[in-house]
């Protein structure tokens, strides 16, 4: 499953600048299931004047494996590179729905690889993340090689 958020002010379409957005809508998707997980929402001293305004949208979306933007400025792509979410600005096609869609497709074919680099990114990393986990267990089980 991949977490997507979208910056949208009535969570139909992406509307908004990522820096200036006052919310984002959340889903989590698989090949076969899209599931709304959340909502961030940020007041008005989040927003433009504010120099910290990016920090909290950062944190609302640390766990997200892509941002889908109207527009978003370098030091913030830069920002959510770096915690491993890709951002990704949209253009007429700014429908959620329809982006979900999309990605669903690309989950798809191939089990998501091969065919858009970002979904091939994500999963490879959160299956990286995944065989780590297995060697925990496996240690907390009391398991000896």
């Known amino acids: 499953m991949l977490k997507l958020a979208f910056a949208s002010d009535n969570r139909a379409r992406v509307n908004l600048h990522f820096g ?7 889903y989590e998707i698989g090949p076969d299931k899209t599931a709304l997980s ?13 120099e910290n305004k990016l920090a909290a949208r950062m944190e609302a979306l640390a766990d997200c494996d892509a941002v889908f933007v109207r527009a978003i400025g370098a030091s913030a792509i830069q920002q959510l590179l770096a915690k491993g979410v890709q951002p990704i600005r949209v253009g007429e096609t700014d ?6 869609r999309e990605v669903r497709a690309a ?3 191939n089990g998501g690889k091969g ?5 091939e990114r994500a ?3 959160k299956a990286k993340a995944n065989d780590s986990d297995r060697f925990a267990r496996m240690e907390s089980e009391g398991w000896e090689g």
């Open 20 to 26: 200036s957005a006052t919310a984002f809508v959340v």
């Open 38 to 50: 959340g909502f961030a929402e940020f007041p008005e001293e989040t927003m433009d004047g504010n």
């Open 95 to 100: 429908d959620i729905a329809e982006l979900l």
């Open 107 to 109: 989950l798809r074919e």
């Open 115 to 119: 065919r858009v680099p970002w979904i």
């Open 123 to 125: 999963l490879t990393t």
